[in-house]
């Protein structure tokens, strides 16, 4: 074969071996793109479910939960908890001194529960100054406990607006599920407490057990 043949014949096997490292390439920025896209995705559903004052999941997050966890009790039988946390007198904080201040409240109280509860539980924000917590896999005298003391926890915090040392309180309610329980039934029952909470004191906790 002559020089020029043989010339020739790498020329085209480097121009096909381009081609094809062309083609990989497309397929690499192609997929690429793809997860990109998927990861963005997933970024903004996830973000969907948190609330961005407090930074803890928000309702939609809850309700989700709440079906995921009732249907697996029905199958499984393991006991959680539902607690429901409202701030004593919120409506004081945002009509006396501001609702920058109230929102300081709200962000402070999410945080104290969320360092409070344990690495599996869960802190929802449902609406206002209402927060709900999903504890799983406990009996009724350990929600009991953790209640009171994610009760006593918020008690000890405190927040300085100019000269004053203003303090907030939590009232919180819970219930275990049961068998006859759908994820309304189990928040009303916890929810009905709260009339007892709130009309014997407040700062407490109430087990609808």
Known sequence: M?????????????????????????????NSLILAEKLEQSQAQAQALVDPLTNVLNRSAYNLKMVQLTHEFKRYNEEWALLVLDIDHFKKFNDDFGHKLGDKVLKSVAGTVSDS??????????????????LGRIN????????????????????????????????IVGAIITKDD????????ADKAMYRA???GRNQVVMDL
Do not use: W
């Open 182 to 189: 759908t994820e309304m039934s189990l928040f009303e029952r």
């Open 2 to 30: 002559k020089l020029k043949d043989v010339f020739v014949e790498e020329m085209q096997k480097v121009k096909e071996h381009s081609h094809t490292l062309n083609e990989e390439l497309e397929e690499h920025k192609k």
């Open 198 to 200: 709130k009309n014997n």
């Open 140 to 171: 009724a005298k350990t929600a009991t406990q953790l209640a009171e003391k994610i009760c006593r926890q918020v008690e000890k915090d405190y927040f300085v607006d100019g000269d004053k040392k203003l303090q907030a309180t939590i009232s």
């Open 117 to 134: 509860i344990r690495a599996s539980d869960q802190i929802f924000r449902y609406g206002g100054e209402e927060f709900v917590g999903i």
